[in-house]
């Protein structure tokens, strides 16, 4: 059965919006809620010119985890490049665990420079990043697994290190990419692979046999039925088609591939560029609609594609509205 996950967008809105948000998303039926971890923020103001939000999302979670019964959440996603010892991420996890057991997940990526420029690190080439990240999740499996872990990698050591607190096993841990490499990667060490808006030709014939790669390659024996895939869609639904679309605006930068390339972290001079982003290309990158066989029809796309789960990033105007509609009529088709 198809799973429903929401994100909580802490660059969109406040994180007491999000609050709120994260109690609609559970009460509607979602399954779980994504958060991002950013330093910085894509834009630098909202389409209604007000800032932007950049709430750090270690202090936000728990409140998140405390305020619901049921969802599972987790970050969407975390990158361990410079910001963060893996070991301090392990010890972050094991504590909410203890808190709120078995309602907390791992997404990890490889990272942006928006996380790394504005506190003085130099963003590295993707190989590295990509080593770098496979090292954090060995590193943290090792915690959760075993005791007093020596570890001598390539990026980090641990001399003797223990989480007393936490539970034994380690948490889910969700790879997110849009390319080869992540996807083996999320087949070999992770146990979700995340990716975003992507064609389901290139899903199916490109991205998930890379993931089944992963997993032979893997000590685990399985399969990529193993490997819970995780599509996130960019989504506006709003009763006035019009308000939908203006609620994107911030976002268009995200549709330019040099900013994900470049050593570029000021919010401001990244959405000088996203505003030079055509509408139709909005229109073509997100769901922006007012009608919500729109939102069944995307869903039914990437849920034949064979995705395990189907997480809303949504800039609608009204969430509750949002919500509501997924709920009466999205859901029940899944």
Known sequence: MTRFGYFASLEEFSPAACLEQVTLAEEAGFETVWVNDHFHPWFDHLADGSEAHGGNCWSWLPAALERTDDVEIGTGVTAILERYHPANVAHQLATLCELYPERVFLGLG?????NERP???ERPAYGERARRTA???RVIRALFEGSFVDFDGEFWELDGANLYTGPEETPPIHVAGSGRTSARLAGDLGDGYVTVYEDPERVEEELFP???RGVEKSARNGTLD???KTVHIHVAYDEDESRALEACEPWRCTLLPIVFEADVADPRYLQSHGDKVSERAMRDAFVVTDDPQDLLDVTETYVDAGFDQIVYQSSSPDQAAFC?????EVMPSF
């Open 135 to 137: 090292e954090a999740i």
């Open 210 to 212: 890379a993931v089944e």
């Open 119 to 121: 506190l003085g690190y």
């Open 110 to 114: 490889t990272g942006e420079a928006l």
């Open 324 to 328: 509501e509609v997924v709920r009466e």
């Open 226 to 228: 193993d490997v819970e």
